[in-house]
């Protein structure tokens, strides 16, 4: 169950356990709407948890597809993936290195931005719960 299954299962155990918490009770026993509780309050003390999340599954799916595509279990020529580059450019090491090379360092960068980017916004999304 790699799919958006996983994140609507995540999100509505979080968001359950949020609905039982101090501050959902608060508002609602001040007469808050439904919307404003689950926009204004709900959402942001999720949303970080369901960051880290995405940015744990998307290196790991960008992984998947690489080494898919480096056995030929993927796309298929004429459309081209980095695993397909990754794995033609094995025959060519010696004499052309950088059509393995390059395939690699793209998949690399991809992957460690993205978890680069995840950490900063969880970053952000934390010290905005914490001052909230």
């Known amino acids: 169950m790699d799919g958006w299954e996983r994140y609507a299962r995540l999100a509505r155990g979080l968001i359950l356990s949020a609905e039982e ?3 959902v009770q608060s508002m609602q026993m001040i007469g808050a709407s439904s919307p404003r509780i689950y ?3 709900i959402l942001p003390n999720i949303a970080g948890a369901l960051v880290v999340h995405l940015t744990l599954n998307f290196p790991r799916t960008i992984i998947l597809e690489t080494a ?6 993927d796309v298929q020529p004429p459309l ?3 695993g397909q580059m990754l794995g033609q450019g094995r025959t060519y090491l010696l ?3 950088w ?3 390059m395939p690699g360092f793209v998949i690399f960068a991809t992957t460690i931005s993205v978890c680069i980017i995840g950490d900063w ?3 952000r999304l934390d010290s ?3 001052t909230r």
């Open 99 to 101: 059509m393995s090379v």
């Open 21 to 23: 918490s101090g501050y």
């Open 95 to 97: 004499n052309a290195w």
């Open 128 to 130: 905005y719960t914490l």
């Open 80 to 82: 081209t993936s980095l």
């Open 39 to 41: 926009i204004g309050q």
């Open 68 to 73: 898919l595509s480096f056995l030929g279990l």
């Open 121 to 123: 916004l969880r970053d």
